[in-house]
């Protein structure tokens, strides 16, 4: 049975510094989220309470079980050969035969025994991804994965984590600070802000997107609003990262 | 080769005398003499044998002790000043309080071994530890590594680069406290052979341990050196990175 992400009243303080705050969220099964906010919002302390490595000061969390996340950086052992990474904390028989089929999925069944430092960026990243989904995840969680990879090799993850997800269909959410990138792939993009979700906009777009189409502008246009970014071309804009969340 | 070659001239000339220093050639034939008769190697293995069984405890010593202060709060608060403490200790001015506590047998030579080679390694295995990239650690934990297979699979192997330097600083210093220790009260042992035949003014044969230790003291590290050369080979090509 397949199960949905559930958060209420979620409250995360740092040093008396209130980072999430009361904050509910649902994520149905299958359901592909994405975050946005800009720097210091509290979207990657919410992926990061999702993910286990973040304790909630208060409110309740259900997240369904496996999960895998995707991190920023692709965090490779760098001695182990790209397929041990692949397979890392699983056990048991044909696990190297799941972490070859799951790399085969990300295009890298030539780099198997590769070591980690030689993949390219974008390599090293599908890396990462064929390793989140060799648990076979119910529940994706994406901390801008795209974010350390250049603008052509980041078109391609975005079609290749289309198709993965809806080959395996795992809920997703994924954090980004690029609103372009949150309109190509999300059913529903969520804003966050000062802790506190600002918006919740479903995107109805049908896939495959693009940025060309009128009711894709017309969004970007709302949603740039209500991150308070002054607009005047129409070309991609991403919030200005500063201070790491 | 010249300086050999100088050597040589001098001895053969009596310009070096041969109760000071034995002519190379001297040296050979000893070196042959002492091979054929057998008592050459029962020396070497007995000091093979001692800083083989001192580094053993060492290295097993040092690798938990690193362990225990670099993976715990309350063992790097207890743990680290006391050993801090004995590490700035002259442990080659302890030999004869290690005589008076183990005796005059094998047991003071290899503790002093393992003495040597405790500190190098927990000093650079802990440093190796603590330069381990938090992230590796919360990304073995998030795929489902538990504490030891996080210590096996992330902590070791990240930290093994600094630590085989440590235990190539290690095997040094056990060659080094080894001659220390042979040198007072063995009866068997390539530093026995040394001072056996100081006894007799026989230099050649002073020569030929001081030429064996030298040997073992570079192969020991070219072993380790390969070892290196093997488990470190997911390292990036650096510029003359040979060693």
């Known amino acids: ?245 | 080769m010249l300086f050999v070659l100088l050597w040589q001239l001098g001895s053969s000339s009596g310009i070096i005398p041969a109760a000071k220093l034995a002519a190379p050639t001297a040296i050979l034939s000893a070196f042959w003499t002492l091979a054929v008769t057998g008592a050459l190697w029962s020396d070497l293995i007995v000091s093979v044998g001692r800083v083989a069984a001192g580094f053993t405890i060492g290295i097993t010593l040092g690798v938990t002790l690193a362990l225990v202060v670099g993976l715990s709060r309350p063992g790097d608060f207890v743990l680290d000043p006391l050993l801090q403490m004995f590490r700035t200790l002259p442990y080659l001015g302890m030999t004869p309080l290690l005589i008076l506590w183990f005796g005059i047998g094998e047991a003071p030579k290899i503790a002093l071994v393992a003495f040597a080679s405790v500190f190098p390694v927990y000093m650079t295995l802990l440093g190796g530890i603590r330069a381990i990239d938090p992230k590796l650690i919360e990304t073995a934990r998030v795929f489902g590594l538990g504490r030891w297979e996080t210590i096996r699979e992330v902590i070791l192997p990240g930290s093994l680069a600094p630590a085989l330097v440590g235990v190539r600083y290690a095997l040094g210093a056990a060659w080094l406290s080894l001659v220390v220790g042979e040198q007072i009260n063995a009866d068997r042992g390539i530093g026995y052979m040394i001072m056996d035949a100081r006894d007799f003014l026989r230099t050649d044969i002073i020569v030929v341990g001081l030429l064996l230790y030298a040997i073992l003291g570079l192969s020991t590290d070219a072993i380790v050196r390969q070892i290196e050369a093997r488990a470190l080979a997911w390292r990036p090509k650096t510029l003359g990175a040979n060693t």
């Open chain 1, 1 to 245: 049975m397949r199960t949905s992400v559930r958060v209420r009243d979620l409250t995360v303080t740092f040093a008396e510094n209130a980072v999430l705050r009361e904050l509910d969220l649902d994520i149905a099964p299958g359901e592909f989220v994405a975050l946005l906010g800009r720097s210091g919002s509290g979207k990657t302390t919410l992926l990061r309470v999702l993910a286990g490595l973040q304790a909630a000061t208060s409110g309740a969390i259900a997240v369904p079980s496996p999960s895998a996340v995707v991190f920023q950086e692709p965090r490779l052992l760098p001695w182990k050969h790209v397929v041990d990474n692949v397979a890392i904390g699983m056990h048991g028989d044909g696990v190297r035969e799941r972490a070859t089929a799951a790399l085969r999925e990300v295009g890298l069944e030539h780099r198997l025994d590769a070591w980690p430092s030689t993949l390219s960026g974008g390599e090293a990243q599908r890396a990462g991804l064929a390793r989140a989904l060799v648990r076979d995840p119910q529940f994706l969680l994406l901390d801008e994965p795209f974010a350390s990879v250049d603008a052509l090799t980041r078109l391609r993850m975005h079609d290749l984590v289309i198709d993965l997800w809806r080959l395996h269909g795992p809920s997703v959410l994924l954090v980004t600070h690029d609103v372009d990138e949150a309109l190509l792939l999300a059913d529903r993009i969520v804003l966050l802000e000062a802790g506190r979700i600002a918006a919740d906009i479903p995107i109805a777009l049908a896939r495959p997107r693009e940025s060309t189409n009128p009711h894709f502008g017309e969004l970007r246009h709302r949603i740039l609003d209500l991150l308070g970014v002054p607009q005047a071309s129409s070309g991609p804009i991403a919030i200005p990262a500063g201070v790491p969340v």
